[in-house]
């Protein structure tokens, strides 16, 4: 949807700082982070809890600016915007997945996959029919008129990736999109990425688990604040179970 | 308009969410509507209503008297008490030297007094006036049956009487006074009409406890050290304020009001009288508008309340709508609709409220009661204000929110 900048990588992170202040403490939980990530990569932010890969998702996802260096998002510079400014980009460029799967609980599922479409001001007619196609991606058209606590876990999730594919954004950003689901249920999301990986959306799942990690094709791994490990998916999840492993064992 | 729209629509299945709770809510909205259509409804019904009971003087015709108008507000009777009483023969006086005047009919009466028949009484709060013959040329009186006096019998002061319909309901139920007798003070009285019923000032002041007896009669009754009033007509109505001017200047002179002085006296007409009442009911209407003000503020901090709650609540809903693209304004838009709504609809509730009292009060009670369109349009505007200003605060909170922390919200 944004041929404009088809030619650089869809994210360019330039040495990103993110510090907190925290009770007079300075807490530095980025500490100048680089790496670009193309249209179509499916790519995986691990790293374990305290090793800033929270921090990075809500930069990567705007929903929180740098301290310091720059963030290219499909060829706009994103890390100086206003609020405001980055609700849009949240709206056009980014499809958030989260591990709580946070749907309004009091709206159908139809009407939780329109909200993005809502902000972006489309009328009512074109809301529903892309939210019904969306839907349809996900196989839950039959359930689009139950309210998220007539749904399983599984059924949540797809239609929380439902509302993050309508809006057809330049990338899906994941937040431990398995982390509330029993493994079963949680394979099928993870196959349900598969194939959004080959239908050519780009995709960033953040997550602490070395086996979900070992799925996707490449892993930044990320430790106190600072990348430790960038490349093939299942060498740096292998990597972290191993380092998990050493932890334990001492 | 889309947006206004997506907001409504949110609004309503809010309020449509929980209705108990935004019904206890907006009770104060309600009441405080409720309470200014009712109270705008009895105060326009009265002013009307006085406006008509007042206009009792005939055409192009002028009242000369001692007392302020309709005695309304906050008087100074001392003040008015010892100014100089007027005499029949100021009224002579005015007839034979102002050339606009026509007719001139002094009158008196006196309150309080009871009237008897052999077998029944009235309460003792009859009004009896005296007049002349011409009275109601002047006046706004009329003989409902049987005749007012003439001439011959006012001159020669025959105990002659006309009663009004409360005085006949009370000596006469169901009957037909005319040609019975009454006794006033002691004397007795021949009824030879019945007055034609003029209602009450306020609900309160019968016009209709009245009795009519020749002036003469009546200064036989009551003394002759008293002031009448003069009311005066002109020739035409092309004449009236040249009458006035005429006879406030030989009043003037016959009372010796020294040039730098303001006049020792009234001059009612029909004008002046309802204007002193507006003017009474006009602060009334500002103090009650202010009294709905109040309950009005008192319904917006429950407003103000709910929406607190009502955004603490929504705290997770606010941060995912904040994460998929809304603006700070859109979630300000779409609180301050909510609240908005919210006091509107206990706007419409306490119109209806408010109509039904009305309603009540007027065909069960009996009080003069209409209310009028700009209070309507008061109402809502209010209740609009009061959503806005008390809804705008909790809105502004919600705008506020960081998205990341606010979905992390239990």
Same mark, same amino acid.
């Given at each position: 949807?944004?041929? #404009?900048?088809?030619?650089? =990588?869809?994210?360019?992170?330039?040495? /990103?700082?993110?510090?907190?202040?925290?009770?007079?403490?300075?807490?530095?939980?980025?500490?100048?982070?680089?790496?670009? $990530?193309?249209?179509?990569?499916?790519?995986?932010? /691990?790293?374990?809890?305290?090793?800033?890969?929270?921090?990075?998702?809500?930069?990567?996802?705007?929903?929180?600016?740098?301290?310091?260096?720059?963030?290219?998002?499909?060829?706009?510079?994103?890390?100086?915007?206003?609020?405001?400014?980055?609700?849009? $980009?949240?709206?056009?460029?980014?499809?958030? /997945?989260?591990?709580?799967?946070?749907?309004? =609980?009091?709206?159908?599922?139809?009407?939780?996959?329109?909200?993005?479409?809502?902000?972006?001001?489309?009328?009512?007619?074109?809301?529903?029919?892309?939210?019904? #196609? #969306?839907?349809?991606?996900?196989?839950?058209?039959?359930?689009?008129?139950?309210?998220?606590?007539?749904?399983?876990?599984?059924?949540?999730?797809?239609?929380?990736?439902?509302?993050?594919?309508?809006?057809? =954004?330049?990338?899906?950003?994941?937040?431990?999109?398995?982390?509330?689901?029993?493994?079963?249920?949680?394979?099928?999301?993870?196959?349900?990425?598969?194939?959004?990986?080959?239908?050519?959306?780009?995709?960033?799942?953040?997550?602490?688990?070395?086996?979900?990690?070992?799925?996707? =094709?490449?892993?930044?791994?990320?430790?106190?604040?600072?990348?430790?490990?960038?490349?093939?998916?299942?060498?740096? #999840?292998?990597?972290?179970?191993?380092?998990?492993?050493?932890?334990?064992?001492? | 308009?889309?947006?206004?729209?997506?907001?409504?629509?949110?609004?309503?299945?809010?309020?449509?969410?929980?209705?108990?709770?935004?019904?206890?809510?907006?009770?104060?909205?309600?009441?405080?509507?409720?309470?200014?259509?009712?109270?705008?409804?009895?105060?326009?019904?009265?002013?009307?209503?006085?406006?008509?009971?007042?206009? !009792?003087?005939?055409?192009?015709?002028?009242?000369?008297?001692?007392? *302020? @108008?309709?005695?309304?507000?906050?008087?100074?009777?001392?003040?008015?008490?010892?100014?100089?009483?007027?005499?029949?023969?100021?009224?002579?006086?005015?007839?034979?030297?102002?050339?606009?005047?026509?007719?001139?009919?002094?009158?008196?009466d006196d309150g309080g007094q009871?009237?008897?028949?052999?077998?029944?009484?009235?309460?003792?709060s009859v009004r009896v006036f005296?007049?002349?013959?011409?009275?109601?040329?002047?006046?706004?009186?009329?003989?409902?049956?049987?005749?007012?006096?003439?001439?011959?019998?006012?001159?020669?002061?025959?105990?002659?009487?006309?009663?009004g319909?409360?005085?006949?309901?009370?000596?006469?139920?169901?009957?037909?006074?005319?040609?019975?007798?009454?006794?006033?003070?002691?004397?007795?009285?021949?009824?030879?009409?019945?007055?034609?019923?003029?209602?009450?000032?306020?609900?309160?002041f019968s016009l209709?406890n009245q009795v009519?007896?020749?002036?003469?009669?009546?200064?036989?009754?009551?003394?002759?050290?008293?002031?009448?009033?003069?009311?005066?007509?002109?020739?035409? *109505?092309?004449?009236? @304020?040249?009458?006035?001017?005429?006879?406030?200047?030989?009043?003037?002179?016959?009372?010796?009001?020294?040039?730098?002085?303001?006049?020792?006296?009234?001059?009612?007409?029909?004008?002046?009288?309802?204007?002193?009442?507006?003017?009474?009911?006009?602060?009334?209407?500002?103090?009650?508008?202010?009294?709905?003000?109040?309950?009005?503020?008192?319904?917006?901090?429950?407003?103000?309340?709910?929406?607190?709650?009502?955004?603490?609540?929504?705290?997770?809903?606010?941060?995912?709508?904040?994460?998929?693209?809304?603006?700070?304004?859109?979630?300000? +838009?779409?609180?301050?609709?909510?609240?908005?709504?919210?006091?509107?609809?206990?706007? @419409?509730?306490?119109? +209806?409220?408010?109509? +039904?009292?009305?309603?009540?009060?007027?065909?069960?009670?009996?009080?003069?009661?209409?209310?009028?369109?700009?209070?309507?349009?008061?109402?809502?505007?209010?209740?609009?204000?009061?959503?806005?200003?008390?809804?705008?605060? *909790?809105?502004?909170?919600?705008?506020?929110?960081?998205?990341?922390?606010?979905? !992390?919200?239990?």
């Amino acid at each position: 949807m944004s041929e #404009a900048s088809g030619a650089g =990588p869809l994210i360019q992170v330039e040495n /990103i700082t993110r510090v907190f202040h925290v009770g007079g403490e300075e807490v530095r939980a980025l500490r100048g982070v680089s790496f670009g $990530i193309n249209r179509g990569e499916w790519v995986a932010i /691990i790293g374990q809890s305290g090793s800033g890969k929270s921090t990075m998702m809500n930069v990567l996802g705007c929903l929180d600016t740098p301290s310091s260096g720059r963030y290219m998002l499909n060829g706009k510079d994103v890390s100086r915007m206003s609020d405001d400014e980055l609700a849009v $980009i949240r709206n056009v460029e980014i499809g958030f /997945i989260f591990q709580t799967f946070q749907l309004l =609980p009091r709206e159908t599922a139809l009407a939780n996959v329109e909200l993005p479409l809502v902000y972006r001001g489309l009328g009512t007619r074109e809301r529903r029919e892309r939210a019904k #196609a #969306a839907l349809d991606k996900v196989q839950l058209t039959h359930r689009m008129h139950h309210r998220p606590n007539e749904l399983s876990g599984g059924q949540r999730q797809r239609v929380a990736i439902a509302r993050a594919l309508v809006s057809e =954004p330049s990338m899906l950003l994941a937040d431990e999109p398995t982390g509330n689901l029993d493994s079963a249920t949680g394979e099928e999301i993870v196959r349900l990425f598969e194939q959004l990986h080959q239908a050519g959306h780009t995709l960033v799942l953040v997550t602490h688990e070395p086996k979900l990690a070992a799925r996707c =094709p490449r892993a930044i791994r990320l430790s106190d604040g600072e990348i430790v490990a960038d490349g093939d998916g299942r060498t740096v #999840a292998m990597g972290t179970a191993t380092d998990v492993l050493n932890a334990g064992g001492a | 308009m889309r947006a206004f729209l997506d907001n409504l629509r949110l609004a309503l299945s809010t309020f449509l969410g929980n209705p108990l709770r935004s019904l206890l809510t907006l009770l104060g909205i309600v009441i405080g509507v409720a309470t200014v259509i009712t109270m705008m409804g009895l105060i326009e019904g009265l002013r009307i209503k006085v406006n008509n009971d007042l206009g !009792r003087m005939g055409a192009h015709t002028f009242q000369v008297t001692k007392w *302020p @108008a309709g005695g309304f507000g906050r008087v100074n009777w001392a003040k008015y008490s010892k100014r100089k009483d007027f005499e029949m023969l100021d009224a002579r006086a005015i007839e034979e030297s102002c050339p606009s005047v026509g007719t001139v009919v002094p009158t008196d009466d006196d309150g309080g007094q009871k009237l008897v028949t052999a077998s029944s009484e009235t309460r003792p709060s009859v009004r009896v006036f005296g007049t002349p013959a011409n009275y109601p040329l002047v006046s706004g009186v009329s003989v409902q049956a049987g005749r007012y006096f003439n001439e011959v019998e006012a001159l020669d002061g025959r105990h002659v009487v006309l009663l009004g319909t409360d005085v006949s309901d009370a000596l006469f139920p169901g009957m037909n006074p005319v040609g019975h007798e009454v006794r006033i003070k002691g004397r007795p009285f021949r009824v030879i009409g019945l007055l034609q019923k003029r209602g009450s000032i306020l609900g309160m002041f019968s016009l209709d406890n009245q009795v009519m007896i020749p002036l003469s009669v009546f200064h036989q009754l009551y003394g002759k050290k008293r002031s009448v009033d003069i009311s005066v007509q002109a020739k035409s *109505p092309e004449l009236f @304020a040249k009458a006035q001017d005429e006879v406030a200047s030989l009043m003037r002179r016959r009372r010796d009001v020294p040039a730098t002085l303001p006049n020792d006296f009234e001059l009612h007409t029909n004008e002046s009288v309802t204007a002193s009442f507006n003017q009474l009911s006009g602060v009334i209407t500002i103090a009650g508008v202010g009294v709905c003000l109040l309950s009005l503020v008192v319904g917006g901090i429950g407003i103000l309340n709910i929406m607190l709650v009502s955004v603490m609540e929504r705290t997770r809903e606010i941060g995912v709508r904040k994460a998929l693209g809304a603006r700070k304004r859109r979630i300000l +838009g779409q609180f301050a609709t909510e609240a908005v709504l919210l006091s509107l609809m206990g706007g @419409a509730m306490g119109l +209806g409220l408010g109509f +039904g009292l009305v309603f009540l009060g007027k065909w069960m009670m009996g009080f003069p009661m209409q209310v009028p369109p700009w209070a309507v349009g008061l109402a809502l505007f209010m209740s609009c204000g009061v959503g806005l200003l008390f809804g705008i605060y *909790p809105a502004a909170r919600a705008a506020k929110l960081d998205p990341v922390e606010a979905m !992390r919200a239990d």
